[in-house]
C-alpha cells in the first residue's frame, strides 16, 4: 500500500529565505508525482507534475526534483515571499492518487 | 487547461437529510472520476473511485450505504451523502482524470448541523 511522508509537517522562515520541502513515498512504482499548493478553506492549486520518467520540473521560483528509485521528491522554493504561506500537498499517482498530510509553510514578512 | 467543478460550492444542511454534490468536467471526457474527504488541518484522503457506467469503488472504511456515487455521464459523477451527521461536516473534493494528469475541482464545504 502507498504511502507519503512529508516533512516537516510545519515550516517558519523569514521572507526571502530559500527552502525545502520534502516528499518521500514507499512504493516506487508510479506513473507521477505532483506538488499543490492549499490556501486555508480552498481547493487545490496545482503546481509542478514530474512524470515517472523526469527528474525534475521547474516554475519560476518554483522546482521540483524527483528521485523515483529512492522514493523521494522535493520542492524548493527561491527567495520566499509572504504570498508563499499555504499548505504544500505531495501527491503521487499510481492507479490513484495518494497524498502526504502536507508541510504548513508560513513565510515572516 | 482543463477545468472541473463543482456544485454547490458550499452547503449547510440538517441533520438526518441528504445532500447531493456534483462533480463536472467541463471541457473533457472523463471516464473516471475521484472523490476525495478533507476534514480541518488535515489531508486529502480518497473516498472513492467513479466509474462511468459502472459501479464505484470504494476505499476501505468507507461506506458505500452512506455515500452514494453515480457516474452517469462522461462528465458528471454525483456524491450523495445520505442521512448526514455533524460527523459528515467536510470539505469534499472530486477529481477527473485528463490525458496527462487529475484535474481537481474546487470544493465543496459541508456542514451539517
Known amino acids: 500500500k502507498q504511502e507519503v511522508t512529508q516533512i516537516p509537517a510545519a515550516l517558519s522562515v523569514p521572507e526571502g529565505e530559500n527552502l525545502v520541502l520534502n516528499c518521500s513515498f514507499t512504493d516506487s512504482a508510479i506513473y507521477n508525482l505532483q506538488w499543490f499548493r492549499q490556501d486555508p478553506g480552498k481547493g487545490l492549486t496545482s503546481l509542478l507534475l514530474i512524470q515517472s520518467s523526469q527528474r525534475e520540473q521547474t516554475s519560476g521560483r518554483l522546482n521540483a526534483s524527483l528521485d523515483k528509485s529512492s522514493g523521494r521528491s522535493t520542492l524548493y522554493i527561491a527567495a520566499s515571499q509572504p504570498g508563499d504561506s499555504a499548505t504544500y500537498l505531495c501527491?503521487?499517482?499510481?492507479?490513484?492518487?495518494?497524498f502526504g498530510k502536507g508541510t504548513r509553510l508560513h513565510i515572516l514578512p | 487547461g482543463a477545468v472541473v467543478s463543482q456544485h454547490p460550492s458550499w452547503v449547510i444542511c440538517k441533520s438526518g437529510t441528504s445532500v447531493k454534490i456534483e462533480c463536472r468536467s467541463l471541457?473533457?471526457?472523463?471516464?473516471?472520476m475521484f472523490w476525495y474527504r478533507q476534514f480541518p488541518k488535515q489531508s486529502l484522503m480518497l473516498m472513492a473511485t467513479s466509474n462511468e457506467g459502472s459501479k464505484a469503488t470504494y476505499e476501505q472504511g468507507v461506506e458505500k450505504d452512506k455515500f452514494l456515487i453515480n457516474h452517469a455521464s462522461l462528465t458528471l459523477s454525483t456524491l450523495t451523502v445520505t442521512s448526514a451527521h455533524p460527523e459528515d461536516s467536510s470539505f469534499y473534493i472530486c477529481?477527473?482524470?485528463?490525458?496527462?494528469?487529475?484535474?481537481f475541482g474546487p470544493g465543496t464545504r459541508l456542514t451539517v448541523t
Open positions: 471541457d473533457f471526457q472523463a471516464t473516471t
Open positions: 501527491a503521487v499517482r499510481d492507479d490513484k492518487i495518494i
Open positions: 477529481s477527473a482524470n485528463g490525458v496527462v494528469e487529475q484535474y
